[in-house]
């Protein structure tokens, strides 16, 4: 009922920069929370960034101060700001939000985009 699509992933240099957006589309009444993850071969999958709907943010200690996460509820989107990459940051990353359908009973629902691979080159 809710679908995200993810984009801006791409191979850049150590030192480059990307911006990742997912946007969410179906019948929204609110979001709660928006988050990113990611997952390396081999690795777990693990939290990157956070945002709640009143504006609270937080990052893995790996990667804070370096990227950030913003969102536009006007447009139901969430993105993340990927500066300073380095090679360790190579994973596929993926959106997830957290939020209340419209389809008047308030149904609670949380979905997770496909997927869009970042590839830091050193």
């Known amino acids: 009922q809710v679908q995200l699509v993810e984009s801006g992933g791409g191979l850049v240099q150590a030192g480059g920069s990307l911006r990742l957006s997912c946007a969410a589309s179906g019948s929204i009444s609110s979001l709660n929370a928006m988050g990113w993850y990611r997952q390396a071969p081999g690795k777990q999958r693990e939290l990157v960034a956070y945002i709640s709907s009143g504006g609270s943010t937080r990052y893995a200690d790996s990667v804070r101060g370096r990227f950030t996460i913003s969102e536009d509820n006007a447009k139901n989107t969430v993105y993340l700001q990927l500066n300073n990459l380095k090679p360790e940051d190579t994973a596929v990353y993926y959106c997830?939000?957290?939020?209340?359908?419209?389809?008047?009973?308030?149904?609670?629902?949380?979905?997770w985009g496909q997927g869009t691979q970042v590839t830091v080159s050193s």
């Open positions: 997830e939000l957290e939020g209340f359908l419209a389809n008047g009973d308030g149904t609670p629902f949380a979905s």
